[in-house]
């Protein structure tokens, strides 16, 4: 397996791994709003691929955490594995690459709104532990943060998703 950036020839593989993964289109037109606004990241939108065949993608891109300040921190959305090669460590590669560019971005935290029992092994918390709030009205533990070496204490608020993310 190769992880890599995305470039412009995988788009159409991506648009069709997110399609299959989560059996709607909503997420890959997600990906697509934000290709095309200031809130993409494109070191942040990676794949992983067998044999020249794109069988993951994760996307990070830029949301706002406003407090005090209006804070540009990361949201990972969406995460997708092909359904015919999850459950063999491609999502977790995934993730774990992704952390580790984030890293160098100096973000101070990444947002999740997922499954606890994935993103947990990661270092993702419940937000609430932080005083960083949802948008939504979602239960405490899907909601979560995980901190990354620039994090300050004062850094809470509340999460504010750009309009992109309206339709998913
Ligand atoms: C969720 C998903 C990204 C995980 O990727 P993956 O490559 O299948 O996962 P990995 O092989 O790295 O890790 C497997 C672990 O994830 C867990 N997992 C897989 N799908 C899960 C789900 N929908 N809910 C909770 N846990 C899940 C497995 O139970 C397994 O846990 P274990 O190690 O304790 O047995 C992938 O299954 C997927 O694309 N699902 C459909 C799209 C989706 O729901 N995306 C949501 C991301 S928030």
Do not use: W
């Not at 992880?3 to 993964?21: F, G, H, K």
């Not at 359904?83 to 890293?103: C, R």
């Not at 947990?120 to 609430?128: A, V, Y």
């Amino acid at each position: 397996m190769n992880i890599r950036c995305e470039s412009p020839q995988d788009y159409l593989a991506i648009a069709e791994v997110n399609t299959l993964a989560f059996g709607q289109d909503n997420e890959a037109k997600l990906i697509a709003k934000i290709r095309c606004s200031d809130r993409y990241i494109p070191e942040l939108s990676v794949v992983a691929e067998i044999d020249n065949f794109v069988v993951g993608h994760i996307l990070f891109s830029y949301i706002d955490l406003v407090g005090q300040e209006t804070l540009k921190v990361l949201g990972l959305a969406p995460l997708a594995i092909h359904p015919q090669f999850q459950n063999q460590g491609i999502g977790s590669a995934l993730v774990k690459a992704g952390l580790a560019i984030a890293e160098t971005k100096k973000a101070p935290l990444v947002i999740v709104l997922g499954h606890p029992h994935f993103y947990s092994r990661f270092g993702f918390q419940s937000s609430s532990v932080y005083e960083i709030e949802s948008p939504f009205p979602v239960p405490e533990d899907v909601f979560m943060v995980k901190l990354l070496k620039s994090y300050q204490e004062r850094y809470k608020g509340k999460v504010v998703y750009p309009s992109a993310f309206n339709e998913v």
